[in-house]
């Protein structure tokens, strides 16, 4: 009875304050016109987080700058386009923008979205989110089957913590809604139907495996359903000319020839022996280091493929060995990538240089293959620049999972899905009550359109086909149990 | 028991009718034989591999086939009792290996290890080979017992139930991350032994591995041969009733067999988490295939079959991709087209006659 | 009976039940589920917690009841159950909350603690965790006197409830509802509301309890004639249902039933390889892959040989390469019996796909890199791309296989299939052509199986290796089995179980494949023919549950 009592009351309370609290606390966000800040020129060997460590006292602050900056140099031809936030110079002209729109960038906000009262028209049509209702952002990847599910749990956590670090956009709450695809096609294109069905989907973070990612994309495509990858690396997910499909990684194509590069001029090596794992992220990588190795004037003496789930490389390394390789590159993830690692000084290789890449560029990798790790090298998203922001996102990712990441692309997920958030903030409209309309076609556009965002993975600026993940390639290497820069 | 009197007729004499089939598939089976012949010797002509190439692919074998073999033993003597193929027998190998790891990480950590390494090292086995027979026999129990009469499909299907179902629990309850083995510093060295001119190393490991399976084997050998249960046990696989009858308690024996297998398993899950270090709930799957072609390759039921059969395996698996020069990509290929070459010419596999043979 | 076995019948199930307990609390299901809603403000974690508690007393009550009548009995048994699993379910709470214990065990966290104490004190909540344990287990045997219909009735309230209320998303997710309730003018919530939660168990439980009240006087006759009407009307229905189907449910659900379809046709396939013929086949998934491959590389303009042919022209090239693979796979196992031929028939599933996968065939057929481009299937210049269009060309296949495999069954060659599944010898002894018998089934199994792929591959447009696993081959084994081998009707209704239903339960993701696993167990243990066996079949099972019954008593 006083239960009873109790729970009216308290609605009681609620309902006669709403009116107050929904005029107390309109929609967060920043107006267009309040833009404002400082011109400035860059000096010599100023970076930008020197620039905000001094203005604003928070290294962290400087994807702020280049995301005002950015958005006013649209209009202001004076100031100078950041797309890649490691790389500006001296003279260059920024927007430092004032104290208050940092502090509302660092806690989520954006600018946008444009105000109107009518739904906007669209040719992939409009979600309307009405007021206090959820922005449903779906997520795809491989959360069960032998293998895949690591990856596939990593990215998941990675994208939720992204909606627990934003967890509003423009007054509506985010949700996450999760899919299991399996990586494969058959999961991939059930997962689509099953978004494409649901009219209240804005945007998928997904797929995770390019098996998967490349079938569904066709569907996503027809729906008009903005797509973002943390991991689908295959040359063909955008090179079939789709509208909808984007990704934060990069392909293939630019992670393989950068080692080669990187093999060929920074280690002066000229013989190398490749292996890959057999997925089409492994296969593909290997093939596009090697054409680039070959063109440099380098010698690849040995190709060969071992398969996922493999656990005795001494045959295939004993295979490879005759023909004196110089260095290994491997294409491929953690576990086969430890096991070839460790497994090298079994067959007296233990001179031989091993390289990967971001497959194989997580902790495990040190803790797998022991002291065999050391000195092994991998090409990875260069985190040097946004190391503070990485290193809170691991502490909280530890804090709220009891493990350390055990794959490699939880970050890429944490910035899929702060891109759509972005984007939903540039493209769509809100009326006076709230109600957020997001056309999907404006939505990708949007999405096509980031500029120098600096994400946790690295800088993320998206080409005309969708290749958004363009960031610097960085190489690692492991010296005493630890990933640190190889130059 | 319409379903063991249909079995134990596999071996009966091949009719009449397919004998001109029989006679092109041995004209098959040896043109791939021929072919395999040649390869070799282009791949010897070659030159390309010393003699310490083989000789380290060859030991790399049989460490893998005596990891196969030892898992295999389990799948044949389930077979040899209860016909029944024990798909889940690969978890239990995973079992093993993952209750070696909780064990042998704990004394890393507490630094046991580092001070007593031989104790340690011999509470992991024990632990890792304890374990596993508790889930195999609670398996037989709950999963395969009411089902001793079904259908033969039907335990088989139960059994890839069990099999995904400790895969999950596992997953759940252990979480999804690689467990790595710690280094065992007593025995992470190796021998240096020159071959003509060059050196090759044999790890201490890759030894040791070799000696406990031979240990473990020739006890089974002397369990089966010449102690009651298993006389028992053998009296079981050649007539479940007529056992009975004789007073052996059936039940009894199935399980204790079923805790063999286990133990062998177990045993094999903690050499292969000391061998190649990481562990992960999938562990058991891709072992538990291999050792089950290693079985039906010894000729399945047959327990120095599946020995010989686990070793061939491994041996061939190893050694194949280098001696043809084929990408190692394909060596599931060449184990999988060996079964089906010495299925052709001898459709029980390598040692499998003798026991149908005796039971027909 | 003595008091102290009933006591010691009480400790056993407590002990059973509370091991099971942990067991699920700890694989972070409670935890889980403690934010997914059932209806109103009742949680699915809620209902597993309780669950213990009314197992563990029906547990006890059962293993009592063989002995004794006595309610007393029982009900001490149940609180004893009861208490012991409260017991251990507490234990757990305090050691997870002292210790911890997430280096090894990853869902023993503080939300744990928190899902297992409902935000009490700890020494509260362990003492409400027992107390709750126990008067549960005494209500699930107290529940006994409850009038037996109005048991059921109220069971069978219950029961919907938690499934409408666990299939509620999916429920309004389908187009017909959402028409319904555009028509209605209302907006279903995410949670069945509470008040449509009893709404709901009342009607339910009413409805099932009026169905049982009347016993139905007819005599044979009408019931005959009844019989024949209403299976005309049920036919009709049934057709009309089937059509309408795709439009009903919308998008997502027609593209599961075109993957129950898919799956049918190779469960139909399999069901002629293992169901009739006896062959047992882990490796079908081969000719699935080879049926997906040759429409892959016929009609996509992008394959090696980049010929572009319609869909219609390519079928029948992969129905062929199909067979023919199918009879390359059958020529060297001819002589193999049983698992000899699983083991051979799974190897062949790997080297196919392997080969795939490979880079020496990668030129060929790309490898890891797959297939892409392959175009969807027009129908008199309509594109089929859409799943609910699609699904009526795999309907329309479905059909036709389910009509040939019909024809087969009582068929000449299907009756040569069922006696060499017998036996062998005998079959040949009767005159039977064993090598043509054997062949036939393996051409056709394969060749159904082909259809499917190539119908895959048109429905996904890029294909890879990785579509083809063994476990797409375990799961056609399971499904023809769970299904009621040898059965057609049991191969669609395995299809729809196994297929189906992990679509059902999408959201449980992390806990899919281990009820998968656990499901497949139970319904072999509980029901080995198969939810709809053939005839043929559950009089063979009998017969031997017969012939044991008979070794029993001579015994």
């Given at each position: 009875?006083?239960?009873?009592?109790?729970?009216?009351?308290?609605?009681?309370?609620?309902?006669?304050?709403?009116?107050?609290?929904?005029?107390?606390?309109?929609?967060?966000?920043?107006?267009?016109?309040?833009?404002?800040?400082?011109?400035?020129?860059?000096?010599?060997?100023?970076?930008?987080?020197?620039?905000?460590?001094?203005?604003?006292?928070?290294?962290?602050?400087?994807?702020?700058?280049?995301?005002?900056?950015?958005?006013?140099?649209?209009?202001?031809?004076?100031?100078?386009?950041?797309?890649?936030?490691?790389?500006?110079?001296?003279?260059?002209?920024?927007?430092?923008?004032?104290?208050?729109?940092?502090?509302?960038?660092?806690?989520?906000?954006?600018?946008?979205?444009?105000?109107?009262?009518?739904?906007?028209?669209?040719?992939?049509?409009?979600?309307?989110?009405?007021?206090?209702?959820?922005?449903?952002?779906?997520?795809?990847?491989?959360?069960?089957?032998?293998?895949?599910?690591?990856?596939?749990?990593?990215?998941?956590?990675?994208?939720?913590?992204?909606?627990?670090?934003?967890?509003?956009?423009?007054?509506?709450?985010?949700?996450?809604?999760?899919?299991?695809?399996?990586?494969?096609?058959?999961?991939?294109?059930?997962?689509?139907?099953?978004?494409?069905?649901?009219?209240?989907?804005?945007?998928?973070?997904?797929?995770?495996?390019?098996?998967?990612?490349?079938?569904?994309?066709?569907?996503?495509?027809?729906?008009?359903?903005?797509?973002?990858?943390?991991?689908?690396?295959?040359?063909?997910?955008?090179?079939?000319?789709?509208?909808?499909?984007?990704?934060?990684?990069?392909?293939?194509?630019?992670?393989?020839p950068a080692a080669a590069k990187f093999v060929y001029e920074k280690l002066g090596l000229r013989?190398v022996?490749?292996?890959?794992?057999?997925?089409?992220?492994?296969?593909?990588?290997?093939?596009?280091f090697?054409?680039a190795f070959?063109a440099m004037g380098g010698?690849?003496?040995?190709?060969?493929?071992?398969?996922?789930?493999?656990?005795?490389?001494?045959?295939?390394?004993?295979?490879?060995?005759?023909?004196?390789?110089e260095l290994?590159?491997?294409?491929?993830?953690?576990?086969?990538?430890?096991?070839?690692?460790?497994?090298?000084?079994?067959?007296?290789?233990?001179?031989?240089?091993?390289m990967?890449?971001?497959?194989?560029?997580?902790?495990?990798?040190?803790?797998?293959?022991?002291?065999?790790?050391?000195?092994?090298y991998?090409s990875?998203?260069?985190?040097?620049?946004?190391?503070?922001?990485?290193?809170?996102?691991?502490?909280?990712?530890?804090?709220?999972?009891?493990?350390?990441?055990?794959?490699?692309?939880?970050?890429?997920?944490?910035?899929?899905?702060?891109?759509?958030?972005?984007?939903?903030?540039?493209?769509?409209?809100?009326?006076?009550?709230?109600?957020?309309?997001?056309?999907?076609?404006?939505?990708?556009?949007?999405?096509?359109?980031?500029?120098?965002?600096?994400?946790?993975?690295?800088?993320?600026?998206?080409?005309?086909?969708?290749?958004?993940?363009?960031?610097?390639v960085?190489m690692?290497?492991?010296?005493?149990?630890?990933?640190?820069?190889a130059e | 028991?319409?379903?063991?009197?249909?079995?134990?007729?596999?071996?009966?004499?091949?009719?009449?009718?397919?004998?001109?089939?029989?006679?092109?598939?041995?004209?098959?089976?040896?043109?791939?034989?021929?072919?395999?012949?040649?390869?070799?010797?282009?791949?010897?002509?070659?030159?390309?591999?010393?003699?310490?190439?083989?000789?380290?692919?060859?030991?790399?074998?049989?460490?893998?086939?005596?990891?196969?073999?030892?898992?295999?033993?389990?799948?044949?003597?389930?077979?040899?009792?209860?016909?029944?193929?024990?798909?889940?027998?690969?978890?239990?190998?995973?079992?093993?290996?993952?209750?070696?790891?909780?064990?042998?990480?704990?004394?890393?950590?507490?630094?046991?290890?580092?001070?007593?390494?031989?104790?340690?090292?011999?509470?992991?086995?024990?632990?890792?080979?304890?374990?596993?027979?508790?889930?195999?026999?609670?398996?037989?129990?709950?999963?395969?017992?009411?089902?001793?009469?079904?259908?033969?499909?039907?335990?088989?299907?139960?059994?890839?139930?069990?099999?995904?179902?400790?895969?999950?629990?596992?997953?759940?309850?252990?979480?999804?991350?690689?467990?790595?083995?710690?280094?065992?510093?007593?025995?992470?060295?190796?021998?240096?032994?020159?071959?003509?001119?060059?050196?090759?190393?044999?790890?201490?490991?890759?030894?040791?591995?070799?000696?406990?399976?031979?240990?473990?084997?020739?006890?089974?050998?002397?369990?089966?041969?010449?102690?009651?249960?298993?006389?028992?046990?053998?009296?079981?696989?050649?007539?479940?009733?007529?056992?009975?009858?004789?007073?052996?308690?059936?039940?009894?024996?199935?399980?204790?067999?079923?805790?063999?297998?286990?133990?062998?398993?177990?045993?094999?899950?903690?050499?292969?988490?000391?061998?190649?270090?990481?562990?992960?709930?999938?562990?058991?799957?891709?072992?538990?295939?291999?050792?089950?072609?290693?079985?039906?390759?010894?000729?399945?039921?047959?327990?120095?079959?599946?020995?010989?059969?686990?070793?061939?395996?491994?041996?061939?698996?190893?050694?194949?991709?280098?001696?043809?020069?084929?990408?190692?990509?394909?060596?599931?290929?060449?184990?999988?087209?060996?079964?089906?070459?010495?299925?052709?010419?001898?459709?029980?596999?390598?040692?499998?006659?003798?026991?149908?043979?005796?039971?027909? | 009976?003595?008091?102290?076995?009933?006591?010691?019948?009480?400790?056993?199930?407590?002990?059973?039940?509370?091991?099971?307990?942990?067991?699920?609390?700890?694989?972070?299901?409670?935890?889980?589920?403690?934010?997914?809603?059932?209806?109103?403000?009742?949680?699915?974690?809620?209902?597993?917690?309780?669950?213990?508690?009314?197992?563990?007393?029906?547990?006890?009550?059962?293993?009592?009841?063989?002995?004794?009548?006595?309610?007393?009995?029982?009900?001490?048994?149940?609180?004893?159950?009861?208490?012991?699993?409260?017991?251990?379910?507490?234990?757990?709470?305090?050691?997870?909350?002292?210790?911890?214990?997430?280096?090894?065990?990853?869902?023993?966290?503080?939300?744990?603690?928190?899902?297992?104490?409902?935000?009490?004190?700890?020494?509260?909540?362990?003492?409400?965790?027992?107390?709750?344990?126990?008067?549960?287990?005494?209500?699930?045997?107290?529940?006994?006197?409850?009038?037996?219909?109005?048991?059921?009735?109220?069971?069978?309230?219950?029961?919907?409830?938690?499934?409408?209320?666990?299939?509620?998303?999916?429920?309004?997710?389908?187009?017909?509802?959402?028409?319904?309730?555009?028509?209605?003018?209302?907006?279903?919530?995410?949670?069945?509301?509470?008040?449509?939660?009893?709404?709901?168990?009342?009607?339910?439980?009413?409805?099932?309890?009026?169905?049982?009240?009347?016993?139905?006087?007819?005599?044979?006759?009408?019931?005959?004639?009844?019989?024949?009407?209403?299976?005309?009307?049920?036919?009709?229905?049934?057709?009309?249902?089937?059509?309408?189907?795709?439009?009903?449910?919308?998008?997502?659900?027609?593209?599961?039933?075109?993957?129950?379809?898919?799956?049918?046709?190779?469960?139909?396939?399999?069901?002629?390889?293992?169901?009739?013929?006896?062959?047992?086949?882990?490796?079908?998934?081969?000719?699935?892959?080879?049926?997906?491959?040759?429409?892959?590389?016929?009609?996509?303009?992008?394959?090696?040989?980049?010929?572009?042919?319609?869909?219609?022209?390519?079928?029948?090239?992969?129905?062929?390469?199909?067979?023919?693979?199918?009879?390359?796979?059958?020529?060297?196992?001819?002589?193999?019996?049983?698992?000899?031929?699983?083991?051979?028939?799974?190897?062949?599933?790997?080297?196919?796909?392997?080969?795939?996968?490979?880079?020496?065939?990668?030129?060929?057929?790309?490898?890891?890199?797959?297939?892409?481009?392959?175009?969807?299937?027009?129908?008199?210049?309509?594109?089929?791309?859409?799943?609910?269009?699609?699904?009526?060309?795999?309907?329309?296949?479905?059909?036709?296989?389910?009509?040939?495999?019909?024809?087969?069954?009582?068929?000449?060659?299907?009756?040569?299939?069922?006696?060499?599944?017998?036996?062998?010898?005998?079959?040949?002894?009767?005159?039977?052509?064993?090598?043509?018998?054997?062949?036939?089934?393996?051409?056709?199994?394969?060749?159904?199986?082909?259809?499917?792929?190539?119908?895959?591959?048109?429905?996904?447009?890029?294909?890879?290796?990785?579509?083809?696993?063994?476990?797409?081959?375990?799961?056609?084994?399971?499904?023809?089995?769970?299904?009621?081998?040898?059965?057609?009707?049991?191969?669609?209704?395995?299809?729809?179980?196994?297929?189906?239903?992990?679509?059902?339960?999408?959201?449980?993701?992390?806990?899919?494949?281990?009820?998968?696993?656990?499901?497949?167990?139970?319904?072999?243990?509980?029901?080995?023919?198969?939810?709809?066996?053939?005839?043929?079949?559950?009089?063979?099972?009998?017969?031997?549950?017969?012939?044991?019954?008979?070794?029993?008593?001579?015994?």
């Amino acid at each position: 009875m006083k239960k009873w009592f109790v729970t009216l009351l308290v609605s009681a309370l609620v309902l006669a304050l709403l009116p107050v609290w929904a005029f107390a606390a309109p929609p967060a966000q920043i107006p267009e016109d309040k833009i404002e800040g400082k011109i400035y020129t860059l000096e010599p060997r100023e970076t930008l987080s020197l620039v905000a460590a001094r203005e604003f006292g928070n290294v962290l602050a400087f994807p702020a700058i280049v995301y005002f900056n950015n958005f006013a140099a649209r209009k202001n031809p004076q100031l100078t386009l950041i797309t890649d936030p490691n790389a500006v110079k001296q003279g260059d002209v920024i927007l430092i923008p004032t104290a208050d729109l940092v502090k509302a960038y660092l806690a989520g906000e954006r600018i946008g979205p444009a105000k109107g009262d009518a739904p906007p028209d669209d040719p992939w049509g409009v979600v309307t989110v009405g007021p206090g209702e959820p922005v449903r952002i779906g997520f795809a990847a491989a959360l069960s089957g032998a293998g895949v599910d690591v990856l596939g749990i990593d990215e998941k956590r990675g994208a939720e913590l992204a909606v627990v670090d934003r967890p509003t956009l423009a007054g509506h709450p985010v949700e996450l809604v999760v899919e299991d695809d399996l990586c494969s096609g058959e999961g991939g294109t059930a997962v689509a139907n099953k978004f494409v069905a649901d009219p209240t989907i804005v945007a998928v973070v997904g797929n995770m495996c390019s098996s998967s990612s490349i079938p569904a994309s066709d569907i996503y495509e027809r729906a008009g359903y903005t797509m973002v990858s943390p991991s689908s690396t295959a040359v063909a997910f955008t090179a079939r000319g789709l509208r909808s499909a984007n990704r934060v990684c990069w392909s293939d194509a630019i992670q393989g020839p950068a080692a080669a590069k990187f093999v060929y001029e920074k280690l002066g090596l000229r013989k190398v022996a490749t292996i890959h794992d057999g997925s089409p992220y492994g296969e593909g990588l290997v093939n596009a280091f090697a054409e680039a190795f070959k063109a440099m004037g380098g010698e690849v003496v040995a190709q060969e493929a071992v398969s996922v789930g493999d656990t005795d490389m001494r045959p295939v390394l004993t295979k490879i060995g005759v023909n004196k390789p110089e260095l290994i590159y491997f294409g491929g993830f953690v576990a086969e990538g430890a096991f070839l690692a460790s497994q090298r000084a079994d067959v007296g290789m233990e001179n031989v240089i091993f390289m990967g890449a971001d497959g194989i560029k997580a902790e495990d990798f040190i803790k797998s293959a022991g002291a065999a790790a050391e000195g092994v090298y991998a090409s990875a998203a260069d985190l040097a620049t946004a190391g503070p922001g990485v290193n809170a996102f691991l502490a909280k990712y530890e804090a709220t999972y009891g493990e350390k990441p055990p794959a490699p692309f939880h970050l890429h997920a944490y910035d899929a899905v702060n891109v759509i958030m972005d984007a939903i903030y540039h493209s769509a409209v809100q009326g006076p009550d709230g109600t957020l309309w997001i056309g999907r076609e404006a939505l990708n556009r949007a999405v096509r359109a980031t500029t120098g965002y600096q994400g946790l993975s690295g800088v993320i600026t998206c080409q005309p086909n969708g290749d958004c993940g363009t960031g610097t390639v960085a190489m690692s290497k492991v010296v005493n149990g630890q990933w640190v820069p190889a130059e | 028991m319409a379903v063991v009197s249909r079995e134990a007729r596999v071996s009966r004499a091949p009719a009449v009718k397919l004998s001109l089939n029989r006679i092109m598939l041995w004209v098959v089976g040896l043109g791939v034989t021929a072919l395999v012949v040649w390869r070799i010797a282009g791949t010897a002509a070659l030159g390309l591999y010393g003699p310490d190439v083989w000789l380290m692919q060859t030991l790399n074998g049989l460490v893998q086939g005596s990891m196969y073999a030892l898992v295999a033993l389990g799948y044949t003597m389930v077979y040899g009792i209860l016909l029944m193929i024990n798909f889940a027998h690969g978890e239990i190998f995973m079992i093993g290996a993952m209750s070696g790891y909780f064990v042998l990480n704990g004394f890393h950590q507490s630094g046991f290890l580092a001070s007593n390494p031989v104790p340690a090292l011999l509470i992991t086995f024990i632990v890792g080979m304890g374990v596993p027979p508790i889930v195999g026999v609670l398996l037989e129990r709950i999963a395969y017992r009411p089902l001793r009469r079904a259908p033969r499909l039907v335990p088989l299907i139960c059994a890839i139930g069990a099999s995904f179902f400790l895969q999950q629990a596992v997953r759940l309850l252990f979480g999804i991350r690689t467990k790595v083995y710690p280094t065992v510093a007593v025995l992470s060295g190796s021998w240096t032994i020159t071959v003509g001119e060059r050196e090759m190393r044999i790890q201490h490991m890759s030894v040791l591995i070799i000696v406990i399976t031979i240990v473990l084997m020739v006890a089974l050998y002397l369990l089966v041969r010449k102690t009651k249960i298993g006389k028992a046990m053998r009296a079981v696989a050649e007539d479940k009733e007529a056992a009975a009858l004789m007073g052996i308690d059936v039940d009894q024996v199935i399980m204790v067999t079923f805790a063999i297998g286990a133990i062998l398993a177990g045993a094999a899950g903690v050499m292969w988490g000391l061998w190649y270090k990481q562990v992960i709930h999938t562990v058991g799957f891709i072992p538990g295939i291999k050792a089950f072609t290693a079985a039906v390759l010894g000729g399945i039921g047959n327990i120095p079959g599946a020995m010989l059969g686990g070793l061939f395996l491994g041996f061939v698996e190893a050694i194949a991709p280098t001696a043809l020069d084929i990408s190692t990509q394909l060596k599931d290929v060449i184990s999988f087209g060996l079964l089906v070459i010495v299925l052709i010419f001898r459709p029980s596999g390598i040692l499998g006659e003798v026991l149908t043979g005796k039971k027909a | 009976m003595n008091l102290l076995s009933v006591v010691r019948a009480g400790i056993r199930s407590g002990l059973i039940v509370g091991v099971i307990a942990i067991f699920i609390v700890l694989i972070g299901m409670v935890q889980t589920f403690a934010k997914r809603y059932l209806t109103g403000e009742i949680t699915l974690g809620m209902v597993i917690l309780l669950a213990f508690g009314l197992v563990a007393g029906v547990l006890a009550a059962r293993q009592v009841a063989k002995s004794s009548p006595r309610l007393g009995h029982k009900v001490l048994a149940a609180a004893i159950s009861g208490l012991i699993t409260g017991v251990m379910l507490a234990a757990l709470l305090l050691v997870v909350s002292q210790v911890s214990l997430r280096d090894v065990l990853v869902n023993a966290t503080p939300e744990m603690v928190a899902a297992l104490s409902f935000g009490l004190p700890l020494s509260g909540a362990a003492v409400m965790l027992m107390g709750m344990s126990v008067a549960t287990a005494v209500i699930a045997v107290l529940y006994g006197l409850v009038p037996p219909r109005l048991r059921r009735a109220l069971l069978e309230g219950i029961m919907a409830v938690i499934l409408i209320g666990l299939f509620w998303e999916a429920i309004i997710g389908l187009d017909v509802s959402r028409l319904v309730m555009n028509f209605l003018g209302v907006k279903a919530g995410k949670v069945l509301p509470l008040p449509g939660g009893i709404g709901l168990l009342g009607v339910v439980s009413l409805v099932t309890y009026l169905l049982r009240m009347r016993p139905r006087p007819e005599t044979a006759v009408v019931r005959q004639r009844h019989r024949t009407a209403w299976r005309y009307v049920s036919l009709v229905l049934i057709a009309g249902a089937m059509a309408a189907l795709p439009f009903a449910v919308g998008l997502f659900w027609s593209q599961t039933l075109t993957t129950i379809g898919l799956f049918t046709l190779m469960g139909l396939g399999l069901n002629i390889v293992v169901g009739m013929a006896g062959l047992l086949d882990l490796g079908y998934v081969a000719f699935y892959a080879i049926g997906a491959y040759a429409m892959a590389l016929f009609s996509s303009p992008a394959s090696s040989l980049g010929l572009g042919l319609p869909f219609w022209v390519a079928l029948p090239i992969a129905l062929v390469f199909a067979a023919i693979s199918g009879i390359l796979l059958g020529i060297p196992v001819l002589r193999l019996r049983g698992d000899y031929l699983a083991i051979v028939t799974l190897g062949f599933g790997e080297i196919i796909r392997v080969l795939a996968l490979s880079d020496v065939l990668k030129p060929y057929i790309g490898g890891p890199q797959g297939i892409m481009e392959t175009p969807p299937p027009y129908f008199f210049g309509t594109q089929l791309s859409d799943p609910r269009y699609l699904y009526y060309l795999i309907l329309a296949a479905c059909l036709v296989v389910v009509f040939i495999s019909l024809r087969l069954n009582d068929s000449r060659i299907g009756r040569a299939w069922i006696a060499v599944r017998e036996d062998e010898d005998v079959a040949q002894a009767m005159g039977i052509n064993l090598v043509a018998a054997k062949l036939m089934a393996f051409a056709i199994g394969a060749s159904f199986a082909g259809v499917g792929g190539a119908i895959f591959a048109a429905r996904q447009g890029a294909i890879f290796p990785m579509d083809f696993t063994l476990f797409v081959s375990i799961n056609v084994l399971c499904l023809i089995i769970i299904g009621g081998m040898g059965s057609i009707p049991g191969v669609i209704t395995g299809a729809f179980f196994l297929i189906g239903l992990p679509e059902v339960l999408r959201e449980v993701d992390e806990y899919r494949i281990l009820a998968y696993g656990a499901g497949l167990v139970i319904m072999m243990l509980v029901r080995p023919e198969g939810l709809i066996p053939s005839a043929r079949r559950r009089l063979e099972l009998r017969e031997e549950e017969a012939e044991e019954g008979v070794a029993d008593v001579a015994r």
